[in-house]
């Protein structure tokens, strides 16, 4: 177990400098860069170029500058970004927990609603509820996420006029629960609608081939409890599947909140995203990039633990 | 595959010993039965008829999607224009359908480029195994985990936004899972008796895969194929959304999304037009595959 998760750690490490380099040369390789837009309207002042490429330590040579990153980056510097003016960090770590805070309330969303669906319909098969749950997910699949926001705004807030269409709260209304949740509700409904139906079909598929295994027809037949046969047989068994959707979805919550925070003005990580990768913003994007590395590395790792704990003829490492 | 066996215990001698066997008959019992006899259904004639109409659209509405009327700013459905005019004066459904154009083309195009390399590496990581198979599993197994509109947006600010940027970007980061399930299929078929047979007879690796393997992944590749195209038609809405895609004022379904956004409490029509197209698209893109995959092949394919 120690050694495995020293492997483990190490693998990380290692993909996580891979990645670095990659990434920090496809910004480098791209034309254009921070320069020309810090310079502004005035793009001929040469002397001037110049002292801004050398006060950001863009005139070093190309290995120097990696090296540089790499090693502040180890000691928890992730440099100052060029347009905020500020600690990369600190412009990160302000808009980081809106993002969050919608990509875990999607999670969540998806695996009570999504699985607990899947797994009812499962046990209903063939019922009205099993088809209902089906279709509704076909349909819900054929939405995605950019045009399910809009739907929502169209039907709740243009025409019921029910919920806010934007923002994380009304100004001057901070520190209201009521009025943050109700900003909440639209896009985390379009956020989390797509994994909902896809953990409610996996789930479904999942849950009703356990539930037809020879083992659970012996576990009633030896005359267990109805609900220990489904929770401590069945859905344990149905786990694994479930455990490897779910690692994916994390990571991939991330990507998909730059897209609903885009439609309902939502103050994340996903607008700040798309803005430094146009303003060349090295520093921001390169955290960025890293951030989002390591939540998928993290997903991944948890996923292979939980995997052990569903199962445990599944070694960990 | 096992599941011809079971279907047809006449037919599995055949099936194991020869390859072109093994694809006649894969070819006769899974894809030309399941298309033709179990499943020619009213949803599928009726998809079909919504790619035709896509695709013919604009022989009958003969509208430049981008001329600009200022004077027939944002008006509503009428029968000068089907699905009204947006903020520019355009005819909505002219661009609906180019749109269209666009959505298929990427879509089809990246899913090709998914599906070949995910093939090329799927079988290779399959049929020759060790540590090239550790060292492209182990790649794929990260790379799936990516969010792909976070490379798309990274491609667009480096190398600018495009439909040429955005087919490459959807193709090269689609071919993950079709090079799982490849891989799985292959290790499968490589157990067969005619595999044993082809070797002994002193065929070579890139035969036995070229020609005996790779007609049996046919259906399997069949069903990757349209999961690909679905992912390719949502993701180039969503990165011509951001502005990471199509540009305007070439229309998209993605770009059209974005300006319909201001109207949204004015003008749903704006939005509602090109929303419905792409949802009716991905229905029936994802009948096509329910069609196809058999339960055995749902199965497998979960796990991507």
């Not at chain 1, 009205?128 to 749950?133: A, S």
């Not at chain 2, 430049?64 to 459905?77: A, G, H, Q, W």
């Not at chain 2, 399997?220 to 679905?230: D, K, N, P, T």
């Not at chain 2, 229905?283 to 979960?302: D, H, W």
Request: glycine share 8%; with cysteine; hydrophobic share 55%.
């Amino acid at each position: 177990m120690f050694l495995f998760t020293v492997k483990r750690f190490f693998y990380a490490a290692l993909t996580l400098a891979v990645l670095a380099i990659v990434v920090f040369f496809a910004l480098r390789i791209a034309p254009g860069g921070p320069v020309a837009f810090l310079m502004g309207p005035d793009q001929s002042n040469r002397e001037r170029e110049a002292a801004i490429a050398k006060n950001l330590g863009l005139d070093q040579p190309l290995l120097i500058q990696l090296w540089r990153w790499l090693g502040n980056m180890a000691k928890g510097d992730f440099g100052y970004s060029y347009f905020h003016r500020q600690d990369t960090l600190a412009v990160i770590s302000e808009r980081f927990p809106a993002t969050l805070e919608l990509a875990l309330v999607c999670f969540t969303l998806a695996i009570v609603l999504g699985v607990g669906a899947g797994a009812l319909a499962a046990y209903f098969s063939g019922s009205i509820f099993d088809k209902f749950v089906s279709n509704t997910a076909l349909i819900i699949l054929a939405v995605p996420s950019v045009w399910m926001g809009l739907l929502l705004i169209v039907i709740f807030a243009a025409t019921l006029k029910i919920l806010p269409s934007a923002g994380q709260e009304t100004l001057g209304n901070s520190g209201n629960i009521l009025d943050h949740l109700a900003h909440l509700i639209l896009p985390s409904l379009s956020l989390s609608s797509g994994y909902i139906a896809t953990f409610a079909l996996n789930t479904r598929e999942v849950v009703a081939e356990t539930l037809s295994a020879d083992y659970i027809r012996t576990a009633r037949a030896k005359g267990l409890s109805e609900s220990w046969v489904v929770f401590r047989h069945a859905i344990r068994n149905a786990l694994i599947p479930i455990i490897s959707l779910g690692g994916m979805a994390l990571p991939d919550l991330l990507g998909g909140s730059a897209v609903v925070e885009a439609v309902f003005a939502w103050p994340g990580i996903g607008q700040l995203m798309v803005d430094s990768f146009g303003r060349r913003d090295y520093p921001v994007v390169l955290a960025i990039s890293m951030l989002v590395a390591v939540t998928v590395l993290f997903c991944s790792w948890l996923s292979d633990v939980l995997y052990h704990l569903a199962d445990p003829r599944i070694k960990y490492g | 595959m096992v599941e011809i066996d079971e279907r047809n215990e006449s037919l599995a001698p055949l099936v194991r010993v020869l390859p072109g066997g093994a694809k006649a008959v894969k070819n006769r019992l899974l894809l030309t039965n399941r298309l033709l006899k179990r499943r020619i259904s009213i949803p599928v004639i009726l998809g079909l008829l919504w790619f035709v109409l896509l695709l013919t659209g604009p022989l009958f509405i003969r509208i430049d999607p981008n001329r600009i009327d200022l004077y027939r700013f944002v008006e509503p459905p009428s029968f000068n224009a089907l699905l009204g005019t947006d903020e520019n004066g355009r005819d909505v459904l002219a661009r609906v359908l180019a749109g269209a154009r666009v959505s298929l083309i990427i879509g089809f195009s990246s899913a090709a480029i998914s599906l070949l390399l995910g093939t090329a590496f799927g079988s290779l990581a399959g049929y020759l195994g060790g540590w090239l198979d550790n060292l492209i599993m182990r790649f794929v197994d990260f790379s799936l985990a990516v969010p792909t509109i976070i490379i798309i947006l990274l491609v667009a600010a480096v190398y600018g936004a495009g439909e040429f940027q955005l087919i490459l970007t959807i193709g090269l980061t689609g071919w993950m899972p079709v090079a799982r399930l490849a891989r799985g299929q292959v290790r499968e078929l490589k157990e067969m008796l005619w595999v044993e047979a082809s070797q002994s007879i002193g065929a070579s690796a890139s035969r036995i895969l070229i020609r005996g393997i790779m007609p049996a992944l046919g259906p399997v590749l069949f069903i990757a194929g349209v999961s690909e195209l679905r992912r390719a038609v949502i993701l180039e809405a969503t990165a011509s959304f951001l502005g990471a895609g199509i540009l305007l004022p070439n229309a998209s379904w993605g770009n059209m999304l974005t300006s319909a956004q201001v109207y949204l409490l004015t003008a749903p029509w704006l939005a509602l037009a090109p929303g419905f197209a792409l949802s009716i698209t991905l229905l029936v893109v994802g009948n096509f595959r329910a069609v196809v995959a058999a339960p055995r092949l749902k199965k497998k394919e979960r796990v991507a």
